[in-house]
């Protein structure tokens, strides 16, 4: 069992920066590959970025990719998202998820555990 806990989000202005963490317990969090995803009402939930257990590759979705980077500490059992030059368009619920299968980074599935979510609105 892991527990995952998301912070840093909230209410900036278009071009801002905000750095989302997620704080995980439970289980080594090395044994989990780390993913954030965002979701806004009346639409699914999107794969933002991932990163491997090793930290060594990653992936982000091509609308962020640029802006967003996802990088972890795995002694201090956190996931980090930096969010630079963020749009409108980023407003969202975003979520820390972890699983333990070894899948290709850029795929959804099967992701076990999550947070309860951080909200990020971007205003223009």
């Known amino acids: 069992q892991v527990q995952l806990v998301e912070s840093g989000g909230g209410l900036v202005q278009s071009g801002d920066s905000l750095r989302l963490s997620c704080v995980a317990s439970?289980?080594?969090?090395?044994?989990?590959?780390m993913g954030w995803f965002r979701q806004v009402p009346g639409k699914e939930r999107e794969l933002v970025a991932a990163?491997?257990?090793?930290?060594?590759?990653?992936y982000t979705v091509d609308s962020v990719k640029g802006r967003f980077t996802i990088s972890r500490d795995n002694a201090k059992n956190t996931v980090y998202l930096q969010m630079n030059s963020l749009k409108p368009e980023d407003t969202a619920v975003y979520y820390c998820?972890?699983?333990?299968?070894?899948?290709?980074?850029?795929?959804?599935?099967?992701?076990?555990?999550w947070g309860q979510g951080t909200q990020v609105t971007v205003s223009s």
């Open positions: 439970g289980r080594t969090f090395s044994d989990y590959t």
């Open positions: 990163i491997s257990r090793s930290r060594i590759f990653s």
């Open positions: 998820a972890a699983r333990t299968l070894s899948l290709p980074l850029s795929e959804m599935r099967s992701y076990t555990y």
